[in-house]
């Protein structure tokens, strides 16, 4: 009896052992493992759910900042409401949690400084993730933006009197009394850095500094404006001030003004080289491409109105990517290139008051024929 209850015992237990062993194997201990050791980027401790809970999680993450680039200004105490009001939520409190450090550190600028961001994330769950986290990244950059400045700017419009009175219109003469040569990106999230704001050209007859001469112009510009009805925002109405270009933008923006006219004249190593020209960011350009279009009918309707006027050489409308006040810009934008200050004869006009008056007249028509369509 006793022996035969040993054996009985020692054979349940080897069945037993084998049963567990055939578990094992079939449901897939090593067969498995290898598998996700092939698999770039997984662990042997990171398993598949949890790698699926932390794309959702990160999907999440990304909707959330979707959302909330869309609140401009008050990203701070936004951020605030929302991870108390997420509080309850367990996937999202995580995100939410991260969402609102990160906002504190760089408030207006979070969703435009997410793409230097993306390379720590790639490197995680690389391959696997790559077709998920990538497209949302991407638009990301692009949709919030356009929320972000449209919505402002139309609540502001709408409500007042339809009449051109009710229109604003920023004007940055460009330029200051002296250079300002610390570097700023020449847009949000960019590495490429530029002097906050270069000294200008001169004039090679006159010897007119460029930022007096867009002072000059800009002020003129202001009452021309307002005669006509609009209202006017200068960024600046003296020479002794210290701004960089971005401050402009956001000067610009924080006006409530619906566009952005930034006044210049150019230099050139050829004293022959002479025109009005006007500036606008390409359809391709990383910062402001959904200003594109808009700044471009803007910058064409100045540009043909101005040439119409004083009948300089009109060059037309330069698409540029690398210039801070256009890339920080919330609104549509212009620079406006007034001549040639290193030609002498255009340098001489440029500061005459008549010939000065003559493109202030140009602006404001090309601002009229701008605004009938826009
Ligand atoms: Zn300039």
């Not at 006793?2 to 080897?14: I, Q």
């Not at 999230?189 to 930022?211: D, F, H, I, R, Y």
């Not at 200050?341 to 500061?351: C, F, G, I, T, V």
Request: net charge negative; proline share 9%; aromatic share 4%.
């Amino acid at each position: 009896m006793k022996w035969r209850t040993y054996s009985m015992k020692w054979r349940t237990l080897r069945v037993a052992a084998v049963l567990l062993l055939t578990i094992l194997l079939t449901v897939g201990g090593c067969g498995r493992e290898q598998e996700l050791q092939e698999t770039p980027g997984f662990t042997e401790s990171q398993t598949k759910s949890e790698s699926v809970k932390e794309t959702a999680d990160r999907t999440v993450g990304e909707t959330e900042t979707k959302k909330e680039s869309e609140k401009t200004e008050e990203a701070e105490t936004e951020t605030d409401r929302e991870t108390d009001d997420q509080a309850g939520r367990e996937t999202e409190s995580q995100t939410a949690a991260t969402e609102s450090s990160q906002t504190e550190t760089v408030p207006p600028s979070e969703p435009e400084t997410e793409p230097p961001t993306q390379p720590p994330t790639q490197p995680q769950t690389q391959p696997p993730t790559q077709p998920q986290t990538q497209p949302p990244t991407q638009p990301q950059t692009a949709p919030p933006t356009q929320p972000q400045t449209q919505p402002p700017t139309q609540p502001q419009t709408a409500p007042s009197v339809p009449v051109s009175g009710s229109r604003m219109i920023a004007i940055d003469p460009g330029h200051q009394a002296s250079a300002w040569n610390e570097l700023e990106p020449i847009g949000p999230g960019a590495s490429a850095m530029k002097p906050k704001t270069s000294s200008g050209t001169q004039g090679c007859v006159t010897g007119v500094a460029e930022s007096q001469l867009n002072l000059t112009v800009a002020l003129k510009l202001r009452d021309a404006l307002q005669a006509r009805g609009y209202q006017v925002y200068m960024v600046r109405t003296s020479q002794d001030v210290r701004l960089s270009n971005k401050d402009r933008a956001d000067m610009a923006y924080a006006s409530g003004a619906e566009i952005f006219i930034r006044i210049h004249a150019n230099g050139s190593a050829d004293p022959a080289m002479n025109g009005i020209l006007t500036m606008a960011p390409s359809a391709g350009n990383p910062y402001v491409a959904h200003l594109s279009a808009s700044s471009n009918a803007l910058s064409a309707s100045i540009v043909n109105h101005i040439a119409a006027n004083t009948g300089q050489r009109n060059i037309g409308v330069l698409a540029t990517d690398d210039m801070s006040g256009i890339n920080w810009s919330q609104i549509p934008v212009t620079i406006v290139e007034m001549g040639y200050m290193s030609n002498p004869d255009e340098d001489r006009a440029l500061n005459t008051p008549s010939f000065q008056d003559k493109i202030v007249q140009g602006i404001c028509s090309g601002v009229d024929e701008y605004f009938a369509s826009h």
